[in-house]
């Protein structure tokens, strides 16, 4: 099992990595070569995700046939673009996500393995997947 995340604030990146620490593996990076950082690259998260397209995802591809455990946070109610990029190329039948966000959940739920939502302000990687 390959263990990703996709991070603007780094939240996302300590829940994979906790999981991957628990499945005797590492946390692989998603990126996308943008800054997202701060008020501003918020706001345009946001109307990124909200236009419902991708952008040119860089990560190292999972092999085989293995399942993929994604951690994004929830952009808008929408998967940040490079996620969303990279569940078309991986595959979401491939991919259980686990979207993190302060409030809401994510709305485009169709196709992945399973869906794990972390919500709220203290939230903790899962103990099972």
Known sequence: MFIYYFTRTGRSKQIAQAIASQQGTVALPIT???????????LKAGAMALRGKGLPAVYQSPAGD????????????????AV?????????????????????QLRDREGF????????KEISAPQSL
């Open 84 to 104: 969303k990029t990279f569940a078309l190329e991986v595959g979401r039948g491939r991919i259980i996500a686990i979207p993190t966000s302060l409030g809401g």
């Open 66 to 81: 293995e399942r993929a455990v994604v951690v994004f946070p929830v952009w808008a109610g929408h998967l940040p673009p």
């Open 32 to 42: 996308d070569g943008k800054n997202w950082s701060g008020l501003w690259g918020y």
């Open 113 to 120: 393995v399973k869906i794990m939502d972390l919500v709220g």
